[in-house]
C-alpha cells in the first residue's frame, strides 16, 4: 500500500527516512554524505515522485523505494 508522504507527521517522516538511509548495505559511493543530507536527498525524491513509501500490511513495514520499480 502506497502512503503519501505528506500525509506523515514530520516526525514520523523524519524518523522513517533516517531509518531508510542508514540501513546495514546502503552504499552512497565514494563520496562521505552527511546524515542530514542523506534525509533532504530523500525528502526531495518523495517530493518529485521519484520515490515512494510502500507499507506492507503482512510484514507490518515500511519501505522508501524508487517509482519506477512500480510501473
Known amino acids: 500500500m502506497k502512503i503519501p508522504y ?12 533516517e531509518e531508510y538511509v542508514t540501513r546495514d548495505g546502503t552504499d552512497y ?8 543530507e ?3 536527498q530523500v525528502k526531495r525524491l518523495l517530493a518529485s ?3 515512494v513509501i510502500l507499507f506492507s500490511e503482512g510484514k507490518g513495514e515500511c519501505n522508501i523505494v524508487s517509482s519506477s520499480l512500480l510501473e
Open 49 to 51: 515522485g521519484e520515490a
Open 29 to 36: 559511493g565514494e563520496q562521505e554524505i552527511s546524515l542530514a
Open 6 to 17: 505528506d500525509q506523515l507527521s514530520s516526525d514520523a517522516l523524519e524518523g522513517l527516512i
Open 38 to 40: 542523506r534525509v533532504v
